[in-house]
């Protein structure tokens, strides 16, 4: 029986793959540092949690700005419950007011 390292051609693969899996790992964390996600380990928890008070008063500002457009949405479903209102409102009522006003008086 050969030993394994005895046949170079059946470690090539192998060394191929493990340097494909390395450099992916290596290219992942690298997007995830230039793009500002926390690296995390294993279980999904950051190792490096930024507690300063920069990201803090960046989520006070998303919350406020997140109650801004909640609000601007609600304001707007009004709005469109009106349209809706006027729109589905007896279509014909309007038809009927202008051809009265087309009618010649006697």
């Known amino acids: 029986m050969?030993?394994?390292l005895a046949n170079p051609s059946i470690l090539w693969p192998?060394?191929?793959a493990c340097a494909v899996v390395t450099l992916g790992w290596v290219a992942t964390t690298w997007m995830r540092i230039k793009?500002?996600?926390p690296l995390e380990n294993q279980w999904g928890k950051a190792v490096y949690p930024k507690t300063d008070n920069e990201a803090v008063e960046r989520v006070k500002l998303l919350t406020q700005e997140n109650a801004e457009l909640r609000a601007e949405i609600?304001?707007?479903k009004d709005r469109?419950?009106?349209v809706e209102r006027i729109v589905t409102d007896?279509?014909?009522r309007l038809?009927?007011?202008i051809e009265a006003?087309?009618?010649p008086k006697n």
């Open 2 to 4: 050969e030993s394994i």
């Open 14 to 16: 192998i060394g191929f």
């Open 35 to 37: 793009n500002g996600y």
């Open 74 to 76: 609600g304001s707007m």
């Open 80 to 82: 469109l419950a009106n």
């Open 90 to 92: 007896d279509s014909h």
């Open 95 to 97: 038809t009927n007011e």
């Open 101 to 103: 006003l087309r009618a």
